[in-house]
């Protein structure tokens, strides 16, 4: 169901939803006898209850112009799933509302990888310099001119084949670029990056469905297991933009059997997960990161996936010698917690990815007197942790979210309102094309009592322009929904009332949320679907990030065939020069 603002029954809808069992037996494909297990850390606690595919008449076109989803659906993102009144090729067409593209950069040099990829910015001399990266593909822009950007460095392994465990003249064996926060450290004088080392995600071991997956695969669980590499974080100190400039100063393995977590051996096989996603860090004390820390933390349904993440926090006082403080987890998200974990409607339905995908979200650094912090858990939904001790991270309140499978549930949050409204804007984003799944609703949830979160509304659904010839985005092909707003590493100051989302097909979309109740979107842009050297299998994944600079009033659009430097009236006056000020730290 579309969630509206002045949805009455919103809330019946959630509590409903929330403990409503996923499957109605006989919903599931043909079931598959699984092998005895053999690896105690794929639990199946409850029997297989996977769904099958969706029945084509139960979702699709309506009578009004809207799209019905389906309500549940199986893992399968590499497959169409036409329908009657979707369009016969991908949309080469843009649109635009109260936006103007100040510069366009296509080709390969603008796109390391066609599906996702992470940003940060630095200043030296005078100069910007905007990273865009996924793991072995990296680049480095001299962005200082809008309108003439500049590549001044381009990682790669593709001289062999992407294969990791190798050296190249880039690259040491099992060294990639992670997720990173980068932030200006008092201590060094100079900026710090803390760069996530986590498992492989798209993985040749396991499959997403039987008889290769987890469950029915344990010679591919016991060689994703044995695979070497640092599951952790590194920390450098860099004196330049470019790689050459960075300086190791720490390697700090997150798994829990380690004898000492900054003495592992990468070339080894770790435990655990390593550090997912961008770490938190304002270059001050405190830093928390989403990890499993050994391979017990197993409570997942995902079908590829071993490890279910909880949080650590660290000391940061020497960047060069991080000390951990505290571990969290939810109930039921480690091996013999089945009790927990039997509770939880998405047991045994083999599809849903539960534990944290993102980091603690804070609205506030500890060391500025923040006390709550947020977290985004997938299928266990929302979480409120008081971190005002890093050292005894406590909960403070939770609440499960209307399940939406397949898909991911619940992976971002944008706290940027909570100061101001005591608003948090909760999402989760599409895995499939053609809407192949339950639509996932950015909720606007109330945490003005932290230990009674409620989910009191959701943005509108972005809708295309009359000039597109479509009623929805659906229709356009390829994934819509929601991926994140950016991150809080974003140089500047956030603006009050305003969101701006990655939509997949639906380009940009900006969102006025400073009347939390009527909740508007102001201004967008939806650029072409590819590119000329867009590879065909990545048509469908759009606008998959949105960067923007605060300081600048400048966003950046990350599509599957380059990048696009936006400006609006609803971000301000746009600055296409040097910055006034460098980006130093974070600002809240």
Same mark, same amino acid.
């Given at each position: ?122 200043? @030296? ?17 001299d962005v200082t001119d809008v309108r003439k950007v500049k590549v001044v460095e381009k990682l790669s ?75 952790? @974080? ?96 939810l109930p039921g998200q480690r091996t013999g917690e089945d009790a927990a974990y039997r509770k939880n ?147 500047g100051k956030h603006d009050a009332g305003l969101l701006g989302y990655g939509f997949y097909n639906a380009?940009?979309? @900006? ?13 967008? @842009? ?63």
């Open positions: 169901m579309r969630l509206t603002r002045g949805n009455t029954v919103l809330a019946t809808l959630v509590a409903a939803a929330a403990t409503a069992t996923l499957l109605a037996p006989g919903i599931s494909a043909t079931p598959v006898v699984a092998a005895a297990p053999t690896d105690p850390d794929v639990r199946e606690v409850c029997a297989d209850r996977r769904p099958g595919p969706a029945d084509t008449g139960a979702y699709g076109m309506q009578l009004d112009g809207t799209f019905r989803h389906p309500s549940l659906t199986p893992v399968d993102e590499g497959s169409d799933h036409p329908f009657p009144g979707r369009a016969d090729a991908y949309d080469t067409r843009a649109y635009i509302k109260n936006m103007k593209v100040e510069a366009a950069y296509e080709g390969a040099d603008f796109t390391p990888d066609y599906f996702h990829t992470w940003q940060n910015v630095v200043d @030296f001399d005078g100069r910007r310099y905007l990273f865009q990266y996924d793991r072995s593909e990296g680049r480095v822009y392994r593709e001289d062999v084949d992407g294969d990791e465990t190798r050296a190249n003249g880039d690259w040491a064996a099992h060294d990639y670029w992670g997720a990173s926060t980068i932030q200006w450290s008092r201590k060094l004088g100079a900026y710090v990056m803390v760069q996530s080392f986590e498992s492989k995600r798209q993985i040749s071991e396991l499959s997403d469905h039987p008889p290769l997956d987890k469950y029915h695969n344990p010679d591919g669980v016991r060689k994703l297991r044995a695979k070497p590499g640092l599951k952790g @974080f590194k920390v450098y100190r860099l004196d330049g933009p470019r790689k050459k400039d960075w300086k190791l100063l720490a390697t700090v393995s997150t798994d829990s059997t380690q004898r000492d977590p900054l003495r592992s051996d990468p070339a080894t096989a770790q435990q655990g997960s390593g550090s997912i996603d961008v770490p938190y860090w304002t270059g001050e004390k405190y830093m928390f990161l989403a990890t499993a820390p050994d391979d017990t933390y197993s409570g997942t349904e995902y079908p590829t996936n071993l490890h279910s993440a909880g949080y650590q926090s660290w000391d940061m006082s020497d960047p060069a010698h991080p000390k951990l403080l505290d571990t969290w987890h409607p998405r047991c045994g339905n083999r599809t849903s990815w539960m534990g944290a995908r993102m980091p603690l979200f804070l609205p506030k650094p500890v060391e500025k007197g923040g006390r709550y912090a947020f977290a985004a858990m997938g299928g266990y939904g929302l979480a409120v942790l008081d971190v005002s001790d890093p050292a005894h991270l406590r909960t403070v309140g939770r609440l499960d979210l209307p399940a939406s499978v397949a898909g991911t549930e619940g992976d971002n949050i944008d706290v940027s309102q909570y100061e101001k409204t005591g608003m948090i804007y909760y999402s989760g984003y599409p895995l499939t094309e053609d809407c192949y799944e339950p639509y996932k609703d950015v909720y606007q949830i109330d945490v003005r009592d932290p230990a009674r979160p409620r989910v009191v509304g959701a943005l509108p659904r972005p809708v295309p322009p009359k000039a597109s010839g479509l009623t929805d985005y659906c229709q356009r092909r390829g994934s819509f929904g929601p991926k994140r707003t950016g991150y809080y590493t974003n140089p380009g940009v979309q @900006f969102f006025d949320v400073s009347d939390p109740a009527a909740p508007e979107i102001s201004a967008y @842009f939806v650029p072409k679907a590819y590119g000329r050297d867009t590879a065909e299998y990545a048509y469908g994944n759009q606008t998959h990030g949105i960067y923007v600079e605060w300081d600048r009033n400048i966003a950046w659009a990350l599509t599957n065939h380059g990048i696009y430097a936006l400006s609006s009236k609803v971000l301000g006056k746009p600055d296409l020069d040097a910055p006034a000020k460098p980006f130093r730290t974070s600002e809240f």
